[in-house]
């Protein structure tokens, strides 16, 4: 066992404070990640809040963990100390049941020990996540991170870049696809890059007038303003696949008026309240409402390749770890672009 220097929450109501954690000693199979950088996802702040329900204190939020290996277990194969890693969402599996035999590791069927406020496989060991220095993940849940990237901007990659990423590979978005991006955030602008390289048109479907020149700079090749009634006629059975990372309350039926025959649209966001699906909306045209979950750890490798093939990464703002609880508040306030990576060197 070793400690490690981490920020935690004791409460949904305390601001963040230095805290120690207790990593396990790094086992045969195990990596031992010194951690350089870790993204903040908005679903860090759902669960140190406890928006969603069952959140354990104190918690070390972060999934979006990059760094360099500082140590490896006997039988480990595919990482030596000094190798650029990355860990994201989950660190074990049951590797035995049905979707963890299809590489689908996130929908284990004995739950999946996700790498903050979950519990590892024995289900008593509480898990702490990267808003700390160290870290230990066995080797077949942690990933390789390429040094053509940069180390901060990847960080993000571990979440918000397999979660865009994901549905695109599983609707085979290739060259010459027409694919529109609902919001242009943490997701949207990941969604957009990624997009882009797999050679899709991408149109920016934004509320905002001031997010077109963003939304081009990222690779966006139109722009379309949804507060205007218009612009749903004009796009009308224009897309194969649209990407919907929106969490607020909005109206699904016009965006999939915005899919072609046998389109589909792919969910994201998560809206606090259920949002109402006319049937004619999917029947009239055969198409397809689904939702998507981040991705197994093949996938999530796949990416991060992929990603460091075209060059891409997040747009980030760094800042040292003692800003997180302001960092929280601007998140609320869609007062980033387009996403806070904790500098862990500040701890």
């Known amino acids: 066992m070793t ?25 045969a199979h195990d990596v031992q990640i010194e951690i350089a950088f870790c993204g903040i996802c908005h679903s860090d702040i759902h669960q140190v809040r406890d928006e969603w329900g069952g ?21 480990v194969t595919k990482f030596q100390i000094g190798d650029l890693a990355g860990v994201g969402c989950m660190v074990d599996s049951c590797r035995t049941c049905p979707s963890c035999e299809r590489q689908l590791e996130q929908f ?26 160290s870290v230990v993940v066995d080797e077949a849940f ?12 990847a960080a993000p990659l571990l979440c918000a870049g397999i979660t865009t990423y994901s549905p695109l590979r599983r609707f085979k978005t290739k060259a010459g696809d027409k694919v529109g991006v609902v919001g242009l ?34 690779g966006a090749h139109h722009f379309g303003l949804t507060s205007d009634p218009a612009t749903f006629k004009a796009l009308a059975g224009s897309f194969d696949l649209i990407i919907d990372t929106i969490s607020a309350p909005h109206d699904y039926n ?18 606090p309240e259920p949002t109402p699906v006319a049937a004619g909306s999917l029947i009239f045209g055969h198409k397809v409402l689904t939702g998507s979950l981040i ?49 862990m060197k500040t701890l």
């Open 55 to 75: 959140s354990k204190y104190p918690m070390v939020p972060g999934h979006e963990i990059v760094g360099r290996v500082t140590a490896v277990g006997a039988h």
């Open 295 to 343: 991705g197994g750890i093949a996938e999530t490798q796949e990416m991060l390749d992929f990603c460091a093939e075209h060059g891409i990464v997040s747009d980030i703002e760094l800042i040292p770890v003692q800003q997180v609880d302001q960092a929280y508040e601007r998140m609320l306030k869609n007062d980033v672009r387009y996403r806070f990576v904790l500098d």
């Open 142 to 153: 942690t990933l390789k991170v390429s040094p053509k990237l940069d180390l901060a901007a």
């Open 185 to 218: 955030g943490g997701l949207g602008h990941m969604a957009v890059k990624i997009a882009a390289a797999m050679g899709a048109e991408v149109t920016m479907l934004s509320t905002s007038p001031s997010k077109e020149a963003d939304a081009r700079s990222l």
């Open 254 to 271: 016009k965006y999939l008026g915005l899919l072609r025959l046998e389109g589909a649209m792919v969910l994201l966001g998560v809206p």
């Open 3 to 27: 400690l490690a220097k981490a920020y935690a929450v004791s409460s949904p109501t305390a601001a963040f404070a230095p805290f120690q954690v207790e990593r396990r000693a790094v086992g």
């Open 108 to 133: 284990c069927q004995k739950g999946s020990a996700f790498t903050y406020n979950g519990t590892e496989m024995d289900r008593k060991t509480l898990t702490y996540g990267g808003y700390s220095d």
